[in-house]
C-alpha cells in the first residue's frame, strides 16, 4: 500500500515540479536542505485518495513524500547526466504543503489558534497567527540508524517531541519481512546520526478577530531545516503542519501537562503591508462621483469626510484633520545611497482630561488593518519595543506593542509613563523604524514600520510659557519625532460649552437607526476604512513647484524666527511637512501635491508648534470647529501665511 503510494507521489511530482527538481539538482550545495512546494490542490486533482491519507496521517505520508521526492531527484539527475548536464545528488529534499486554494482552508481544517482542539490532534492542521516570540536557532538530533542483532538489519529511529525529543528503542525489531525475526537487542550504527537545525517560536492569534473580552491565545511551533528563522518577531504567519503535544517542563510543585505543539511543514509570511480590506469597483466608483460632486468645492468634500472621525466627539477640526493625516501618512522615499525616509506620520496629543484623547485613539485603531492599543507602561514584559525573556531556561525574544504594530498603527495612551528600556529605544524605533537587539545573547534587527499615534496628559497644570518637553516631561529629540503635537487646553470658554453641550443633547435624541450611508453628508466607519486604505495604496503624490517653494520658504522662515524652537524645529520638521502635504493630496484624491496641500501642512504644523509659531490665525485646537465655507476661509489663511512668507527672498 504504501509503495503503491510513493510510485503515485513520484509521478505526481515528475508530472507537476519538473521545473523545481531541476533548479535543486542544479545548485552546487549537496549538503543544504531543500525544499519543494507542492500545491494542496492539485494533490486533490490528480490523486485524491493519496490527499486524503495525507490530510489524515501526515506523519507517516510526509516521510513517504520527501523519499519519493529524492527518487524523482535521482531519475532528474540521471536524465541531465544523459544529457551532458552538470548535477549534484542533494542528500536532504523536503515536500512543503502550499494549502492556499484547496479545501484546507476550511474553519475545521483552518481554525483560530484559540479553537485548537484534541480532534486535531494528528492531522494536517493550518494556523494563522502573529509571531509574539522566536528562540534562537539549535542543532537537533534528527535520527539514527540501529541494527538488529538477530537479523542484521538497519532500521532508522526518530526522536519524539512527546518526550522532548529523547529517542526510544522499540521492543522488538520493527523490520518487515516474510517471518517477523522477534529481535529485542539492538546495536547502534556508527556515524549515522543525521542533524537537524532547529528553532521554536511562539505564535498567538490576531486581535483584530477576536471579541471584546477575548484572551488571544497562543501555540509553540517547531521549526526545522530549511524553515528556520524565516519569520520574526511580529510577522504576520499561516504555518502548516502536524499537531502533537510534548511534556511542559518540570517545574516545582507545578502539574506536569502535555502543552499542544504544532510542527511545521511549511511557514510563510502575510504581506501584512498589502490591504486585506476588499474594495470593489462600485465602491471606487463612489469615491470618484464623490470628488466629481465636490469639483468646485473641494475642501468642503474633505470636511464631509474628516467630520466621519470619531463622529461622537463634536468638532475638534483641527485634530480631527491631523488624524487623517496620520493614518494616510506620506510616501516612501529611498535616496541614492539607500537611506529610506519614512513614510508614515507620528502624532502626538497632549491634552487636559476629558478633551477625547483615548476617544481618536480607539477610533484610529479601528481605521487601520493592524493596529495594537496600549499604554505607555504596556501590557507585557515586553513593552513598546522588545525584550529577551527566559521560557523553560532558554532565552527568547518577545515582541512589544510598537514590533506588534507593524505595518499598521500603534495607539499610546499614557505616553509618558513608559518603561526607562522603552525610552531609550523608541527613538530609532520612531523614525529608522526598526530595533535593533543585544540581549541574552540575541542579536537582530527588528522592524517598525508602525504609525505611532500618542497621548498623554500634561503634567499638572500646563504652562503656556514653558516649552513642551517641561510641560510633558518628554525628551526633546523624542518630540521631535512627532510630526503633529497638539496641546488640548481645556479653558473657559462660554460660548464653546453652550454648542458642545446643545450638541450632546441633540445627539442623545436621534434615532440610533439613522441611514448612514450617504457620502455626501457623513462617511460610516466601514467606507472611511476602505478610503483610507485604497488611497495609500493608489496615489503616491509628487511635489508640485509652488509646494516646493511653499515649503522651502516656511521652513527657512522657522529657521530664522525669534521664537526658534530647537526641539522642534530641525530637518525632521522639513520631512513632516512633505509627508503631511503628500498625506493630504491622498486624501483630497488626487496623485499631485499642490499649494493647497502644502498651506494645510503648514497649518497643522503651527497648530502643533505652540510656542514657535508664526501665524496668528491659530487658536486653541480643542475649541476648533467645522465652518460652513470652508473653501473661503482657506482663501484667508492661505493669504496670511503667504505675506509672512513673502520675507524670504526670492520667494
Known sequence: ?????????????????????????????????????????????????????????????????????L?????????????????????????????????????????????????HYGILLTLNGIVIRSGAIKMHEGERDYMCQKCKNSFPVYPEVEARNSISLPSICPIQQSKPCGGTKFQYIENTIVCHDYQEIKIQESTQVLGVGAIPRSILVILKDDLVDVVKAGDDVIVTGLLTAKWSPELRDVRCDLDPVLIANNIRRINELKSEIDIS???????????????????????AILRGICPQVFGLFTVKL????????????VDASGTRIRGEAHLLLVGDPGTGKSQFLKFSAKLSNRSVITTGLGSTSAGLTVTAV??????????????LADGGVCCIDEFDSMREHDRATIHEAME????????AGLVTTLSTRTTVFGATNPKGQYDPDQPLSVNTTLSGPLLSRFDIVLVLLDTKNPDWDAVVSSHILFEAELDETTNNEDLVNSWPLPTLKRYINYVKEHFKPVLTREAERVISSYYQLQRKSATYNAARTTVRMLESLIRLAQAHARLMFRNEVTQLDAITAILCIESSMTTSAIVDCIGNALHSNFTDNPDEEYTKQERLILEKLESIDDF
Not at 469597483?281 to 474633505?302: A, N, Y
Not at 529608522?432 to 540581549?439: D, E, W, Y
Request: hydrophobic fraction near 40%; aromatic fraction near 10%; proline fraction near 5%.
Open 390 to 403: 527566559k521560557d523553560g531556561g532558554e532565552w527568547m525574544l518577545e515582541a512589544g506593542a510598537l514590533v
Open 71 to 119: 527518487s524523482a531527484h535521482n531519475i532528474i539527475l540521471e536524465e541531465m547526466t544523459k544529457n551532458k548536464e552538470s548535477g549534484l545528488e542533494k542528500k536532504f529534499i523536503h515536500v512543503r504543503i502550499n494549502i492556499s486554494g484547496s479545501s484546507l482552508e476550511f474553519p475545521e481544517t483552518f481554525p483560530s489558534i484559540g479553537r485548537v482542539r484534541v480532534q
Open 432 to 439: 529608522q523604524q526598526t530595533i535593533s537587539v543585544a540581549k
Open 1 to 69: 500500500m504504501e509503495e503503491d503510494c510513493k510510485q503515485a507521489m513520484l509521478s505526481f511530482l515528475l508530472c507537476r515540479h519538473p521545473e523545481q527538481l531541476l533548479s535543486i539538482a542544479s545548485s552546487p550545495d549537496p549538503n543544504l536542505h531543500y525544499p519543494l512546494f507542492i500545491h494542496f490542490a492539485e494533490l486533490i486533482e490528480d490523486y485524491p485518495r493519496i490527499a486524503q491519507f495525507l490530510y489524515a496521517q501526515p506523519k507517516t505520508y510526509l516521510q513517504l513524500f520527501d523519499a519519493a521526492v
Open 322 to 333: 491631523a488624524v487623517a493625516l496620520t493614518l494616510i501618512g506620506g510616501v516612501q522615499h
Open 281 to 303: 469597483d462600485d465602491i471606487v466608483k463612489k469615491f470618484k462621483q464623490f470628488w466629481v460632486h465636490f469639483k468646485d468645492s473641494p475642501l468642503k468634500g474633505r470636511n
